[in-house]
């Protein structure tokens, strides 16, 4: 299926992505496990993570968002926030778009990305793009309690 996403344009195998992410493994953060992960998590089920139409787009892709591909602090907690990076990988290819991150609202920005990274067996041979995140986010209970 065609999507058509911030100035990106990718041909997307929607059943394969729904299938790589319901036999693959738990999401990076429920695996990894740390404080930071764990406030990532708490974070996202509060619905401070995805904006609204990047959710809906990653779900018409075929993605599960608990199960990010990669997750990781990219700036360290400040002022109770703190900056998260990641990926999900998707079946398809990505045909064409901006090299650069686009801001696609205050404290998110999205990057799509022609190769998979660190792609989970799951997704066996076909090709993979991933759609890489910058999100900022709030400082948990979660990550409080651990401090
Ligand atoms: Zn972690």
Not at 3 to 17: L, M, N, P, Q, R
Not at 49 to 66: C, N
Not at 101 to 116: K, M
Request: with cysteine; proline share 5%; glycine share 10%.
């Amino acid at each position: 299926m065609r999507f058509k996403f911030h100035g990106w344009i990718a041909e997307v195998d929607v059943e394969a992505t729904k299938r790589a992410y319901a036999s693959g493994g738990p999401g990076a953060s429920a695996e990894c496990g740390c404080s930071e992960c764990a406030n990532f998590a708490a974070a996202r089920e509060a619905g401070y993570i995805y904006p609204a139409k990047v959710a809906r787009l990653l779900e018409d892709m075929g993605v599960d968002l608990t199960r990010e591909s990669e997750v990781f602090v990219e700036s360290p907690a400040h002022r109770g926030s703190l900056v998260y990076g990641g990926w999900f990988n998707i079946a398809g290819e990505l045909l064409e778009g901006p090299d650069e991150a686009v801001e696609i609202e205050q404290g998110f920005e999205l990057l799509a990305c022609p190769e998979g990274a660190v792609v989970d067996d799951a997704f066996g041979e076909v090709p993979v793009f991933r759609i890489e995140f910058l999100a900022l986010a709030p400082v948990m209970d979660a990550l409080r309690r651990k401090k």
